[in-house]
């Protein structure tokens, strides 16, 4: 038999064949030029198949897909609110149209009264001081990037002293150890995995010592027979020895969220008045864009931000735009809960998330809600889940929804249990609910047309 790839058509073929559709006059001839060669070495790889519904329909469909951004808006339907794969914290709206607003010229780094050369932290540092009660404040890329600045400045050539205890990863390729050792600084451990004690620094303190850093555990919990130093001990020690110390918070969280029974994580402010060097990420508890905070006192805060490698790790406008107005919504303590999306869908009502759940119930034949319990995610508050009401559904098979989910516009990334879809609004916005009921019908749709053919 001959090999089924010889009866493909030549990429000029088909582009003469797209051209009399019209296709190369709505998208370009370089467009479908290139889309032709992604649609023939498709159906090449297929062992030489051509399209189910013919060459025009797929062609078209490459082309829809080539304009289409790779950076998609996706819907949220998990329930995980830090969620790392779909870009931690969603930003609230002044934030965004903060960035919209910076991203032409903007008075990045000019004093306007003045019209003289102005520094692009000034947009962000006021607020940060204000915030947090820190006496200064420096923005960078993100947390990792803060504390290998950090450590870089203020520990280069010298040791380091970390809790084994504290020897975390945070995800993927962010390890304290490898932190360390890249920032030129000599890790010294002490103590074991779950006890350390303040006498363990203490002992480990040496001429070469330039740091004490303590790392909050965000992803996992130590229980059981555990103790560690507290970092007001920590303080108190390494200022009787003019050591300063660094606190790596992880998330930055600037209001309670106990009465939510979110506990566990430290609030910027008390690590602040504690007088340690504080880090934090920008889009975590923050809800902010990506950033790394450095908060502390200005003499360190500064050697930080005159150090070289602050240039090579500085944000930029469309970052510094969106935490400015993120942080600026924290002025008003009434009526941040409700204006920062992450804290909004931390402390949600479950009353008002079970009507949620009901009216997408509602749109889906065959659906049920049941009370679940969303993540926090990112990282943070590892131990809590907060109560939620989800809605399930049945499918044959939940790889092929979830993947039918995925390709719906916008796509719907969602979870599966036991056989069943499940949807948790915790992450939907009430103008979502459509969307993501549309895009379920069809995978049911598409489910009944499969078992019936
Ligand atoms: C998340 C986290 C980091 C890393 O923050 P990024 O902003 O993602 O770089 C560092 N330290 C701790 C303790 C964290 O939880």
């Known amino acids: 038999m001959s090999d089924p790839r010889r009866g493909l058509p030549a ?30 070495a498709a159906a090449r790889a297929q062992g030489g198949a051509p399209p189910g519904d013919g060459w025009l329909r797929a062609l078209e469909r490459e082309l829809v897909a080539r304009g289409r951004p790779a950076l998609r808006r996706v819907v949220n339907a998990t329930g995980v609110v830090l969620h790392t794969n779909l870009g931690r914290a969603p930003l609230a709206a002044a934030a965004r149209a903060a960035v919209t607003e910076a991203l032409g010229y903007s008075a990045l780094e000019m004093e306007l009264a003045s019209g003289a050369r102005g520094s692009r932290q000034q947009h962000v540092r006021t607020l940060l001081r204000e915030l947090t009660g820190a006496e200064d404040a420096l923005v960078v890329n993100n947390a990792a990037a803060a504390l290998f600045l950090v450590l870089h400045a203020l520990a280069h050539g010298h040791e380091t002293i970390v809790s084994r205890g504290e020897l975390v990863e945070i995800g993927g390729a962010f390890r304290i150890p490898e932190i360390l050792a890249q920032s030129g600084s000599t890790l010294i451990e002490v103590g074991t995995t779950n006890r350390t004690r303040l006498r363990d620094y203490e002992l480990a303190l040496a001429p070469r010592t330039r740091l004490l850093l303590k790392v909050h555990r965000s992803n996992f919990e130590l229980r059981g027979f555990v103790s560690e130093a507290s970092l007001t001990d920590l303080v108190a020690l390494g200022r009787a020895r003019g050591i300063p110390v660094v606190h790596d918070v992880g998330s930055g969280l600037l209001v309670p969220l106990e009465r939510f029974g979110l506990t566990g994580e430290p609030l910027l402010r008390d690590s602040v008045a504690s007088r340690a060097v504080v880090i934090c990420s920008g889009d975590k508890l923050l809800g902010g864009p990506q950033a790394g905070i450095v908060l502390g006192p200005q003499a360190l805060v500064e050697r930080a931000a005159a150090n070289p490698l602050a240039r090579a790790l500085r944000p930029d406008k469309a970052t510094l735009a969106a935490l400015a107005a993120t942080l600026r919504l924290y002025r008003d303590p009434a009526r941040v809960l409700a204006a920062v999306p992450v804290l909004a869908m931390l402390t949600a009502d479950p009353a008002s ?54 390709a719906h516009d916008p796509p719907v990334i969602a979870r599966a249990a036991e056989g069943q879809i499940v949807l948790d609004v915790r992450t939907l916005a009430d103008d979502e609910l459509a969307t993501v009921a549309d895009a379920m019908r069809r995978v049911l749709a598409a489910d009944c047309a499969s078992s019936e053919g």
């Open 11 to 40: 990429v000029h073929a088909l582009v003469a064949e797209a051209e009399a559709a019209g296709l190369a006059a709505a998208h370009g001839g370089g467009e479908l030029a290139a889309a032709a060669r992604e649609v023939l």
């Open 353 to 406: 998330l079970r009507r949620r759940a009901r009216r997408l119930a509602r749109r889906l034949p065959g659906a049920r809600t049941a009370p679940g319990a969303s993540a926090v995610g990112g990282g943070a508050f590892p131990g809590c889940e907060l109560p939620t009401t989800v809605v399930t559904l049945a499918v044959p098979s939940c790889d092929a929804a979830l993947a039918r989910l995925r």
